[in-house]
């Protein structure tokens, strides 16, 4: 591609990373991409809801509303992330009440106020951002639970050339038989369950007849977030995750896919070692 | 925005469902509405559900106390008029019988009267099944489920799974007692290959095994476990469910479940939880005749189109296309011969409506 493409940066799943955030934030501006938008889910997980919030708003990044600003925004009980198991719901909750206690009644407004999609257009191409699923806010699209043609008529019912999101946390991009785009941004603040501490956000570059997608991997000092999550007395097994780079929790809805893959990168990196 | 709905009903709906029922024989006789004959209810299934305050309150949508009438005359689905008719909102998951009603098993709860000698439904062949897979796909359909019956009976089951999955995730749902090892070869490389996700679903009646085996048969749990463990050394991952008799709290069943499976040297599981139907065999079982619920008097605003299941999906066997993989028996359930034809909206007359409604049940696998 030339130079003429246009770029831009999508990320989700802040999960109250700032290292994270930071992190990403950077590497966009010394990549050169103009534009960023945040696709939603600013709490949970991280010890720093409230600065996440803060950055963010001070760095006028567009953001999408998630399931969890949705619900921290409107005080509900709990984060309504869609997970059945019991244990992934008894350590959301714990994230969700941590957040609840760290943000503002200012952040609360804000992340009330956010957009639950937001629409441009791209090179000449209709593009939606949502956070779950154009229908759906805490619908997870998981690249393997979805058909081509799921995928086809919710870009045909959202009126998208190019749909976005993000909610699963883990990164994926296909380009549909009809020539559409689907790309998941996955998080930056939980790393993508591949056993490389870090975050991960997408780049989408297009020109009139061209597009792509990339991923770009951050590292960060992920070490030095480990620690101010146990100063916090966070949940150890979210410490384990950013320290690991592999999920210990809330991912009973994750297809088996998407499983089978990382358990087989897991042992195979075990055994390598 | 549907997402609060659609939350409120599964995380309500299915404990809340659960603590009422198990409250209810408490409750003086004749309070609800619903209460046919006191002792009908008390063999019901669904013992009194949720009926009367329980998810629907909860969720905080207009007309949460709901009264549910007896239905004016006899029979397992209440008179059309005054129920509500559910429409055909998208079509995310079709439902496809591939065994039709033949089972290896012959359960004593089954709801849609399986075993070896029934045939109301035939085996579809995978001309068959392909035909219907195009079919949906043409409606934008996101995944299939293939039932049965006992799906690995059909002998044409691997040719159809493949090529279903080059086309859109699948799931096989399974009694797991028919997996030999090179059949656990083949799930076990397939589910590596394939673009889309392979899901096993493999069901349990009870977290004891001769509680397990008294619906069953001698050794089905045995037999069961085995596969489990044949699935888990290849390192894949079934979903599990679990039926939940009457009175049972989810979280106690939950619990039971894992520490069973845990005890059986299995720990990949992932779980899910089902209602009891009063369909099928299990009407026999039951043995006295229930008088059916009926959602006639739900109040026009209490209708929450997002609930059910039937909203987005439908189910297919060897004799047409049917609102959902429950009714397949039933006159009432029979849609059409085509999904284009069974698009139209679904009066809920039935009792499984009931159950459905009241438990906030999905059969997909989340």
């Not at chain 1, 975050?199 to 020109?207: F, Q, V």
């Amino acid at each position: 591609m030339t130079d003429a493409r246009e770029r831009i940066a999508l990320f989700g799943g802040v999960y109250a990373n700032l290292d994270a955030l930071d992190a990403v934030l950077a590497d966009i501006a010394a990549r050169g991409i103009p534009r960023a938008w945040c696709l939603g889910d600013v709490g949970g997980f991280g010890p720093d809801p409230e600065e996440c919030v803060a950055r963010l708003r001070d760095a006028e990044v567009p953001t999408v509303q998630g399931n969890y600003d949705h619900s921290i925004g409107h005080r509900l009980a709990d984060c309504a992330c869609g997970y059945t198991d019991a244990d992934d719901q008894r350590f959301a909750q714990w994230s969700y009440d941590f957040t609840d206690a760290q943000v503002s009644e200012a952040s609360r407004e804000w992340l009330r106020s956010l957009p639950v999609e937001r629409r441009f257009t791209f090179a000449g191409r209709r593009v939606l951002l949502c956070h779950g699923s154009p229908r759906r806010q805490n619908e997870f699209l998981w690249d393997s639970a979805c058909s081509d043609a799921f995928l086809d008529r919710l870009c045909d019912q959202a009126e998208a050339d190019i749909l976005a999101c993000s909610h699963t946390g883990l990164h994926w991009h296909r380009q549909l038989p009809s020539g559409r785009h689907v790309v998941n941004s996955g998080a930056i603040g939980r790393p993508a369950h591949d056993g490389r501490p870090g975050a991960w956000y997408a780049e989408l570059r297009a020109a009139r007849d061209a597009f792509d997608v990339a991923f770009h991997h951050v590292p960060y000092d992920h070490l030095a977030l480990v620690r101010r999550m146990q100063a916090a007395e966070l949940p150890r097994e979210f410490a384990e995750t950013v320290r690991t780079g592999w999920w210990t929790t809330c991912f009973g809805n994750m297809p088996v896919r998407e499983r089978l893959r990382a358990e087989d990168a897991r042992r195979a990196a075990l055994t390598a070692r | 925005m549907t997402r609060q709905n659609r939350s409120s009903a599964s995380d309500g709906g299915f404990g809340a469902g659960l603590t009422n029922a198990a409250e209810s024989p408490e409750r003086p006789s004749g309070e609800s509405p619903l209460r046919a004959p006191p002792d009908a209810a008390e063999a019901s299934p669904e013992a009194e559900p949720v009926l009367s305050t329980g998810p629907l309150a909860r969720t905080g949508r207009p007309g949460a106390s709901v009264s549910l009438h007896e239905p004016r005359q006899p029979g397992r689905c209440a008179p059309s008029g005054d129920v509500p008719a559910q429409p055909l909102l998208e079509l995310d998951a079709l439902w496809i019988q591939v065994a039709g009603t033949v089972c290896n098993l012959t359960c004593t709860h089954c709801f849609v009267t399986c075993g070896p000698q029934e045939e109301r439904h035939a085996m579809m062949s995978s001309a068959e099944v392909a035909r219907r897979v195009a079919e949906a796909l043409g409606m934008g359909v996101r995944e299939f489920y293939l039932t049965g019956g006992e799906p690995f009976l059909n002998p044409e089951l691997e040719a159809i799974v493949e090529d279903t999955l080059a086309l859109a995730p699948v799931t096989v749902l399974t009694n797991g007692t028919l997996f030999t090892e090179r059949r656990v070869r083949w799930l076990a490389a397939l589910t590596r290959s394939a673009r889309h996700s392979l899901e096993l679903r493999v069901s349990l009646d009870a977290t004891e095994p001769n509680a397990h085996d008294a619906f069953r048969g001698i050794g089905a749990w045995a037999r069961t476990m085995a596969g489990l463990r044949a699935l888990e050394a290849e390192g894949l991952a079934p979903i599990v469910t679990f039926t939940r008799a009457p009175g049972v709290d989810e979280a106690t069943l939950a619990a039971a479940a894992a520490a069973a499976l845990r005890a059986e040297g299995l720990s990949g599981a992932r779980l899910k939880l089902l209602p009891l139907f009063a369909l099928g065999r299990e009407l026999t079982r039951l043995g006295e005749p229930l008088a059916p619920r009926s959602l006639a008097g739900l109040p026009a605003g209490a209708f929450d189109p997002e609930r059910l299941q039937c909203g987005r999906s439908r189910a297919v066997t060897s004799r047409g296309v049917y609102v959902c993989p429950l009714l397949v028996d039933e006159a009432a359930g029979r849609m059409g011969d085509s999904l284009a034809e069974a698009a139209r909206p679904f009066p809920l007359v039935h009792d499984a409506c009931v159950t459905c409604w009241a438990t906030g049940m999905s059969c997909a696998n989340d």
